[in-house]
């Protein structure tokens, strides 16, 4: 059987966008992404309001911590939408859909660690808002969306193990 015949990947295939992936580990490994996610956005922010109010350099590695950790995570999101994308034979570069809201997380999160107000950005709730949006339409597609049956410039079918190979014929 293939390394990917189960639903879960491995850590090197975590960390490469190259490859394809079909619906459901896709499904399966994005939700563990987002699991995690969640539980490391709970833990900073409840580190980012203990530190506040004890120590500001504290805070302030706390918030570097946790802008690193959200570009890792979103690296490894990347690289699942890269696979899926690659499944239905599509460029990963339509992928980059997924840093828009990152991007501008990442904007807000510095303009807020160094003190700056907002003003520069006078409608993030509406930008945010509308980059949601796109993220949720596009995770949606790539999720329902059927890859391509066979080989195509990728490489292999993720099913490729499932399919009736071709018997081996011994020549003598």
């Known amino acids: 059987m293939s390394k990917r015949s ?3 990947l491995g850590l090197g295939e975590f960390i490469s966008p190259k490859g394809r992936l079909n619906r459901l580990p896709y499904f399966a490994n994005a939700a563990g992404v987002n699991i ?3 539980i490391i956005s709970l833990t900073f922010m409840g ?3 203990w530190t506040t109010e004890a120590n500001p350099a504290v805070s ?7 802008v690193a950790l959200v570009i890792c995570l979103n690296y490894v999101w990347f ?3 890269a696979k ?3 499944d239905m034979g599509l460029t990963a570069w339509i992928g980059l859909i997924v840093w828009a809201d990152t991007a501008f997380l990442l904007i807000t999160m510095s303009m807020e660690i160094v003190g700056q107000p907002l ?3 006078a409608d993030t709730d509406l930008i945010q808002t509308i980059i949601t949006i796109v993220r949720v339409i596009f995770s949606l597609v790539i999720l329902f969306t059927p890859g391509q049956k066979g080989e195509n410039r990728f490489g292999k079918s993720p099913n490729y193990y499932l399919q009736p190979q071709k ?6």
């Open 167 to 172: 018997p081996h014929v011994l020549e003598g």
């Open 119 to 121: 003003s520069l950005y």
């Open 36 to 38: 995690i996610a969640f």
């Open 79 to 81: 690289c699942l939408v």
């Open 60 to 66: 302030f590695v706390v918030q570097i911590t946790w």
């Open 6 to 8: 189960g639903l879960l």
């Open 47 to 49: 580190l980012m309001s």
């Open 84 to 86: 899926r994308l690659h």
